[in-house]
């Protein structure tokens, strides 16, 4: 069974065809699910003019992402507004779900390092440089990438942990025992049973399945601790 990744990509410029392109070359391992969001477009604009709505923004990613499991998300640094960056559009997304994962593309790295430390990096000193990657850190960006090598990138990370994910074996684990139902430590899916847990993780029909998991994983660790004591 091809393994399913939902992949948010935020960008000023239509990317389909570049999604369409890697959904194509990954065919046969992957069954890609891109939520795309163009933050040019024009039912983001302002009224009356065509600078970007940062609430609007904020309500159309809430939308499309709130009741999905994102595997990995990208943006675009330059937005071409004044008014949000890439960074911005991390700690959008983190409200809604704080543990993704991002990649940031950029086309000019010097104006990026700017907005990180404040100022040029050959005036940094090492401490402002080593704060500058913590904060990288801190929000989750695995990797700052050019422009031009972010599909790439992208296809190297896909195939890179393919068959890794802790989602992906905890679903073939359920089906395993997929008639069986689920009765502890998430009151939510009582009653549930393997196999309509393991569907919702595959297909990241609801974001409580990463909840589930983060209670079956704190259970699991606490009956080692019980039986090691």
């Known amino acids: ?25 990954l065919r046969n391992d992957f069954d890609l699910e891109f939520i795309l969001i163009r933050t040019a477009a024009k039912e983001l604009k302002q009224e009356a003019s065509e600078d970007l709505d940062l609430e609007k923004l904020k309500t159309v990613i809430k939308e499309k992402i709130s009741r999905k499991r994102i595997d990995i998300a990208l943006t675009d640094f ?8 890439g960074l911005g559009i991390v700690r959008m997304v983190h ?13 000019n790295w010097n104006k990026v390092i700017r907005t990180v430390i404040g100022k040029e990096y050959q005036q940094a000193s090492i401490e402002e440089l080593v704060g500058g ?4 850190i801190h929000d989750n960006i695995i990797n700052c990438i050019e422009r031009a090598d972010y599909k790439a990138d992208l296809i190297k990370y896909l195939q890179k942990n393919k068959g890794e994910s802790i989602e992906h074996r905890l679903s073939i684990l359920l089906r395993a025992n997929g008639d069986m139902k689920f009765e502890s430590c998430f009151p939510e899916f009582k ?3 393997f196999n309509e847990i393991a569907d ?28 090691n004591q």
């Open 133 to 136: 990657i913590n904060n990288l």
């Open 200 to 227: 919702m993780i595959d297909n990241h029909s609801d974001a409580r399945s990463d909840e589930w998991i983060e209670a079956v994983l704190t259970q699991t660790i606490a009956y080692l601790v019980k039986v």
């Open 1 to 25: 069974m091809k393994e399913h990744r939902c992949i948010l990509l935020i960008d000023d410029k239509d990317q389909e065809d570049v999604s369409n392109s890697i959904k194509m070359q």
């Open 95 to 107: 409200e809604i779900h704080p543990g993704v994962s991002f990649l940031i593309y950029s086309g």
């Open 191 to 193: 009653g549930m049973s």
């Open 78 to 85: 330059d937005l071409e507004s004044d008014g949000i960056n």
